[in-house]
């Protein structure tokens, strides 16, 4: 097993694709903290996790306070001995438009997947550092993170900085042996069950049926054991050079996404007045990038009537 001997923290981990997560790296040979504010679904989970022969603790707490990611990193250490792979999943959805959303819905996303990364984040680095034998960090984030996504302001910002944090620890903890890298997975989740132009995909998960074609491969989207995968790679050692990365999974799809850059550069001497810009952004700077994702139409055959 590639993960024997090592010992990793997932939080959200008591249902969906986080349980999915802490399954395989108990699987690949990792003890596992689980972490869910459900009690009940924490303790199936490390019930699951310990029939298959596994070894797996709980910490129900919620994602966000300092105090909960000292708890997660204390009781790795306390129950296992170590610490060498955190993987930050918790997180809450609120969705709505923007003249439409509280603070509190703004808040909320944004404590549990925002600041939920960075204080798990940064208590780890602190313990692993320590440590002093390396260790892998690995961060959930979503394509509504990268392309922006219609009703999900907070959770749009909260995915995209928990991208620009991978890539600044991938930096600050590259001397310490430690990885980081962001995993923006496409499947099947609780969320995507409601949304009708899924429900293919859904009912054939649902039966246990493998899920169409379309879906797995044109458009990426599979089950969370298909993201599992992903994640025992980039927390072993054979993914010890991959770190400050990006990188989409889901269905029959891998993906490396790209670090924001320059598509169009002009330049012009004396600066850029409205005047000149006004004459000349169009022709300069060319097509304008798009936002937000698009789908293709759905097959006739995996129509489903609507109402």
Do not use: C
């Not at 105090?67 to 990193?73: C, H, I, Q, W």
């Not at 458009?219 to 994640?231: C, K, Q, R, S, Y």
């Amino acid at each position: 097993m590639t993960l024997t001997g090592k010992v990793a923290i997932v939080t959200g981990s008591g249902r969906g694709l986080g349980l999915a997560y802490a399954q395989e790296l108990a699987r690949q040979g990792a003890s596992v903290v689980v972490n869910d504010v459900d009690q009940a679904a924490a303790d199936a989970a490390v019930a699951s996790i310990v029939e298959a022969g596994g070894r797996a603790a709980a910490v129900v707490a919620p994602a966000g306070p300092t105090e909960t990611a000292r708890r997660l990193v204390d009781t790795a250490f306390d129950q296992f001995g170590r610490l060498d792979i955190v993987v930050t999943n918790a997180g809450v959805l609120r969705d709505t438009v923007l003249w439409k959303m509280s603070d509190d819905d703004f808040d909320t996303v944004i404590d549990v997947h925002l600041r939920g990364t960075f204080t798990l984040v940064r208590e780890a680095a602190i313990r692993l550092r320590e440590q002093g034998e390396g260790g892998r960090i690995i961060a959930i984030g979503s394509p509504t993170g990268q392309r922006g996504n219609f009703g999900q302001t907070n959770y749009a910002a909260a995915k995209a900085g928990i991208v620009g944090m991978v890539r600044t620890w991938a930096m600050e903890l590259k001397k310490a042996g430690i990885t980081v890298n962001a995993v923006i997975p496409v499947a099947a989740t609780a969320m995507t069950a409601t949304v009708p132009y899924f429900a293919a995909a859904v009912e054939a998960e649902e039966k246990g049926e493998a899920m169409p074609a379309f879906f797995r491969h044109d458009l990426g989207f599979g089950t969370a054991d298909d993201v599992a995968g992903l994640i025992a790679f980039l927390a072993s050692d054979a993914a010890s050079e991959v770190t400050g990365q990006a990188i989409g999974v889901g269905g029959d799809r891998l993906q490396l996404w790209s670090h924001p850059q320059p598509v169009a550069t002009a330049y012009r001497e004396g600066g850029w007045s409205y005047d000149a810009l006004v004459e000349s952004f169009a022709a300069e700077m060319g097509e304008l990038q798009t936002v937000g994702e698009t789908f293709p139409p759905l097959p006739e055959e995996l129509q489903r009537p609507q109402g």
